[in-house]
């Protein structure tokens, strides 16, 4: 499949950047798409220690018909022993709680001005009976165990993003701090709720969950206060 995209004669076309930069776009995960590259230059497989993502990544090789990598993946997965999915139940709570905050600002060598700024202060949290699950959106949000997270099935979360008025020594003297999913090669900050919550439902797919309800709009999925997840 890979192949075929970049051939002339091919009925599946790779798609040239609408940015015009020269770069060819394949609508798939970019994230798995660093391993499949690796496979095919080294000719093995060599992924990171505690790799939680085999079952997207086995998609993705189905999809490109990579039959080598579907062969070392299921040798993989023969060599963890690994078990059928358990059932398991997924909950994850967002709120944001907006606060005006009041701080000097400098406008000249000895002019101060009072200026005001809204800061969003968000808290998650999420319950997880998979523990494998609850380590990935540890590992997702860059957060280790026991850092800003409880043991056990509870793993909670605060942070706010900078506004762009805010001057960094008032917002490290609030207490703040911001929230950062991805690797360094994908980083991007978690600005909001729906962000936050994309995230929490692209774990939740890897880990063989299904969306069982959202609240309070059950149409407006990344608008929500509360998404639940169940695994059979």
Request: glycine share 8%; charged share 30%; net charge negative.
């Amino acid at each position: 499949m890979l192949g075929a995209m970049f051939r002339a004669d091919t009925l599946i076309p790779a798609s040239l950047n609408p940015q015009g930069d020269g770069h060819y776009f394949i609508d798939r995960d970019g994230k798995a798409f660093r391993h499949i590259l690796n496979f095919l230059r080294l000719g093995r497989l060599d992924l990171p220690r505690g790799y939680g993502e085999t079952a997207l990544l086995k998609a993705e090789a189905d999809f490109y018909q990579i039959r080598p990598l579907l062969d070392a993946l299921r040798e993989l997965e023969a060599s963890r022993g690994t078990p059928t999915p358990r059932a398991a139940l997924l909950h994850a709570d967002v709120d944001v709680n907006p606060r005006l905050v009041h701080f000097s600002a400098r406008r000249g060598p000895h002019h101060y001005e009072l200026s005001s700024v809204q800061v969003d202060t968000f808290r998650a949290n999420l319950f997880c009976t998979d523990p494998e699950c609850l380590g990935a959106m540890r590992s997702r949000f860059g957060v280790a165990s026991g850092d800003r997270a409880e043991g056990g099935p509870h793993f909670r979360l605060e942070w706010a993003s900078r506004p762009r008025e805010l001057p960094e020594v008032e917002y490290e003297r609030l207490g703040l701090q911001p929230l950062w999913t991805g690797g360094p090669e994908d980083r991007r900050e978690v600005a909001n709720a729906p962000t936050f919550l994309e995230e929490v439902l692209r774990v939740a797919l890897e880990h063989g969950f299904r969306l069982d309800s959202v609240f309070p709009d059950p149409e407006d999925l990344l608008n929500s206060r509360s998404l639940r997840f169940v695994r059979h």
